[in-house]
Nanobody, 125 residues
Framework: RVQVAESGGGSVQTGGSLTLSCSADNYERICMAWFRQSPGKEREGVAAIYTNDDYGHVYYGDSMTGRVTISQDSDKRTVYLQINSLKPEDTAMYYC??????????????????WGQGTQVTVSS
């Protein structure tokens, strides 16, 4: 079992930036991913990373390409999601998820058995 917890959400103006954090209690060689969900929309993958990976495998979804960067601090067992050039349509609940069963990280929510509670990001125009 993996417990994950997100932090770092908040309210920002259009064009601003945020860095979200996700800590995990079991961090050894697992996929950790960020998803987001807006009211009335399906949960979509934003980015994923394979932890403690010497090759630094990262994956990005299509929705925020070029505006997000996923990174990790293995000592802190924490994955970060930096989001730049925020738009009002980026307003959503952002979730962190963990998948200890694969080393190729998918961007499909159903692949991830462990989820955090989410952190709200609100972008005002």
């Amino acid at each position: 079992r993996v417990q994950v917890a997100e932090s770092g959400g908040g309210s920002v103006q259009t064009g601003g930036s945020l860095t979200l954090s996700c800590s995990a209690d079991n961090y050894e060689r697992i996929c950790m991913a960020w998803f987001r969900q807006s009211p009335g929309k399906e949960r979509e993958g934003v980015a994923a990373i394979y932890t403690n990976d010497d090759y630094g495998h990262v994956y990005y979804g299509d929705s925020m390409t070029g505006r997000v960067t996923i990174s990790q601090d293995s000592d802190k067992r924490t994955v970060y999601l930096q989001i730049n050039s925020l738009k009002p349509e980026d307003t959503a609940m952002y979730y962190c998820a963990a998948d200890p069963g694969h080393w190729l990280c998918a961007m499909t929510p159903s692949t991830y058995p462990y989820w955090g509670q989410g952190t709200q990001v609100t972008v005002s125009s």
